[in-house]
């Protein structure tokens, strides 16, 4: 079956401490994304890779990092969460960046 | 920079067709997508315009304008499962002629009544 899977799906955890929500696909697509989604402001992207070891930032990258090292991987990084992070993040996955968006579960993140 | 323009919340009676408006301006444009979220739930793809004109898809239609700068979403024969939230979302080059940015609208809420 086509999908995307994050992990984990959902995560309360405290200001400054790392943590890594992971994100795989399994359709051999080349463009990835982060999306944050928080009320009133629809989707936002946070970055966004068009290959391995390829990545760019999208609307809101400050406090995040990510990384492509498997064509299948991108995992979202955030090194010292604050409060202002908690939301709902979604990773995505297509073919092509304009065409069909496959969207993973979502994971909802609370920073304490 | 790049802009999406939606209305926050649309209702409709079910049966009837609705229809959800989407402009924007982009610096390059790669065509217009559409996306559907049910509360809890994550996005999913509903259509895909690159070329003016209407797109059919059973009972939603999606219509682009390259011209105007506008496109919309039609929903026909309304069912209370549409109750959503849907998105326009348009690849910008904003950022450069390298950018493979997405960005979204920030959705319009769909409220089905009987």
């Known amino acids: 079956e086509a999908q995307v899977t994050q992990n984990p799906r959902y995560l309360i955890t405290v200001t400054g401490k790392k943590l890594t929500v992971t994100c795989s696909q399994n359709?051999?697509?080349?463009?990835m994304s982060w999306y944050r989604q928080d009320p009133g402001l629809g989707l936002r992207q946070i970055y966004y890779?068009?290959?391995?070891?390829?990545?760019d930032k999208g609307d809101v990258p400050e406090g995040y990092k990510v990384s492509r090292k498997e064509k299948r991987n991108f995992p979202l990084i955030l090194e010292s969460p604050s409060p202002n992070q908690t939301s709902l993040y979604f990773c995505?996955?297509?073919?092509?960046?304009?065409?069909?968006?496959?969207f993973g579960p979502g994971t909802r993140l609370t920073v304490t | 920079g790049q802009s999406l323009e939606q209305p926050s919340e649309v209702t409709a009676v079910e049966g009837a067709i609705v229809q959800i408006n989407c402009t924007y301006q982009?610096?390059?444009?790669?065509?217009l997508s559409w996306y559907q979220q049910h509360d809890g739930g994550a996005p999913t793809f509903l259509s895909y315009?690159?070329?003016?004109g209407l797109e059919e898809t059973g009972r939603f239609s999606s219509f682009l304008s390259r011209s105007d700068s506008y496109g919309y979403l039609l929903l026909q024969e309304l069912q209370m499962k549409d109750s959503a939230s849907y998105f326009c979302?348009?690849?910008?080059?904003?950022?450069?002629?390298?950018?493979?940015?997405?960005?979204f609208g920030k959705g319009t809420k769909l409220s089905v009544i009987p």
């Open positions: 995505a996955s297509s073919s092509q960046p304009s065409r069909e968006q496959y």
């Open positions: 359709m051999n697509h080349e463009y």
């Open positions: 890779s068009m290959n391995v070891e390829v990545t």
């Open positions: 982009t610096s390059g444009f790669y065509g």
């Open positions: 315009n690159a070329l003016d």
């Open positions: 979302a348009v690849r910008d080059q904003g950022s450069g002629a390298g950018s493979y940015q997405l960005t």
